[in-house]
């Protein structure tokens, strides 16, 4: 049931990064590149997400903290968007 809760989320996070889910969604994800962090070069061959911090359980598990922490802890052969 997890794995197919995480499978769920990772579409939509995709969905999200390519316009194809609803804008409060997309809003929700935000690029590395657009918060104004730091990458590093090994990180260039794909997208990453801006996690955001949060103090309790339940907001851990809201879209815009979960959606980016498991999308960026996939592996990166998953991660390349060019394929």
């Not at 499978?7 to 194809?20: D, H, Q």
């Not at 061959?45 to 809201?62: E, L, M, W």
């Not at 802890?73 to 394929?83: A, E, I, M, W, Y």
Request: glycine share 2%; proline share 5%; net charge positive.
């Amino acid at each position: 049931m997890r794995q197919q809760v995480e499978f769920n989320l990772a579409v939509l996070v995709y969905k999200a990064f390519t316009s194809l889910a609803p804008p409060y969604l997309s809003d929700d994800c935000q690029l590395v590149a657009t918060t104004g962090r730091r990458q590093v070069r090994s990180s260039n061959n794909y997208v990453k997400f801006a996690v955001i911090s949060t103090s309790s359980c339940i907001g851990d598990r809201t879209f815009v903290a979960a959606a980016p922490r498991l999308w960026n802890s996939l592996p990166t052969h998953v991660l390349r968007l060019d394929n």
